[in-house]
């Protein structure tokens, strides 16, 4: 895997941040239909922080998308980078997400973001910048839909109904079990939005979130809990 860093110095400025966005917005590419769900590598991403130490731990768990077998797995810990401002959380986690990334010992394939893609108000979510950065295919899932509207899809699994900010669809609500609130699906990069969907309803066999998801939560909150205790030596992104 090939990381494009960002360009120039890491923002530390809102002002600098939405530049950031607004130059690696126009290289999102959303003429791919992205890999086909039920083969290859499939990866889960989570981070959680730590505010009273400044900490941000990122885990990247990569799965087999055919059995769901765990294949890989990797953690790391750094400072935060950015201030929190909505809208502009990636520039808090991207440094610690490309360092765990940049930890597995194999292609991770499909990157499943906790999150947002152009679901987001300025169409740059987390999951359309890291697959620019790292030139991956890319989907979000979140778990809420931010700021956006939807109609509540069927009670059964797998309808879905647009996500939309006004009459423009930003991605999709999805419902992966049965009578259970949807989850809500945006393209990040080199993929259409019915492949997104065919990918969740894949990692979504017993659970309402992608097993890529729940698998990254638990090992992000081991390595939070480990950082906290002073187990973890090494830094990343500080």
Known sequence: MT????PGDWPVTE????AVQDELRARVILTEAGPAPGAGHVTGLDVAYDDARDLV???AVVLDAASLKVVAEATAVGRVSFPYVPGLLAFRELPTVLAVLARLPVEPGLLV???YGLAHPRRFGLACHLGVLTGLPTIGVAKNPFTFSYREPGQERGAAAPLTDGAEEVGRALRTRTATKPVFVSVGHRTDLD???AHV???TPRY???ESTRRADALCRQALKAAQ????EEFQGS
């Not at 990381?3 to 960002?6: F, G, K, L």
């Not at 205790?229 to 973890?232: F, H, I, L, R, S």
């Open 57 to 59: 731990v990122a885990a």
């Open 201 to 203: 309803l894949a990692l």
């Open 3 to 6: 990381c494009i860093p960002p």
């Open 113 to 115: 973001c906790d999150g």
């Open 195 to 197: 492949t997104a969907c």
């Open 229 to 232: 205790a002073g187990n973890q």
């Open 208 to 210: 309402r979130l992608p």
């Open 15 to 18: 002002s600098q941040a939405r």
